[in-house]
Nanobody
Framework: QVKLAESGGGLVQAGDSLSLSCAAT????????MAWFRQAPGKEREFVAS????????FYADFVKGRFTISRDNNKNTVFLQMNGLKPDDPAVYYC?????????????????????WGAGTLVTVSS
């Protein structure tokens, strides 16, 4: 089992950058593919980005390609989401999620149903 705790959310202006972190506690962080999802008020939770167990493979939702970067540090049991060029439609609660991995492909962990563990989320607000 793994427990996830996100941090780094806050209020920024459109065009600014923000870096989110997700610290994992428990066993075998390096056995989990990791992902970020987000949920805006009144909307369904949606996939943002995922990263494979080794970190060699990443996968992004089209609306964040070129703006967001997911990375992980298996020595520190942490996954990151660097968000650049934030837009007025990016505000949401951002959730970190972990999936037991059976391969080293990030796209495998890009759906809600694929994830096994979730953090409580961190709020990102963007002012225009």
């Amino acid at each position: 089992q793994v427990k996830l705790a996100e941090s780094g959310g806050g209020l920024v202006q459109a065009g600014d950058s923000l870096s989110l972190s997700c610290a994992a506690t428990g066993r075998s962080f390096s056995s989990y593919a990791m992902a970020w999802f987000r949920q805006a008020p009144g909307k369904e939770r949606e996939f943002v980005a995922s990263i494979s167990v080794s970190g060699a493979d990443t996968f992004y939702a089209d609306f964040v390609k070129g703006r967001f970067t997911i990375s992980r540090d298996n020595n520190k049991n942490t996954v990151f989401l660097q968000m650049n060029g934030l837009k007025p439609d990016d505000p949401a609660v951002y959730y970190c999620a972990a999936a037991v991995a059976y391969n080293d492909y990030a796209q495998t962990s890009s759906t809600y149903s694929a994830m096994d563990y979730w953090g409580a989320g961190t709020l990102v607000t963007v002012s225009s």
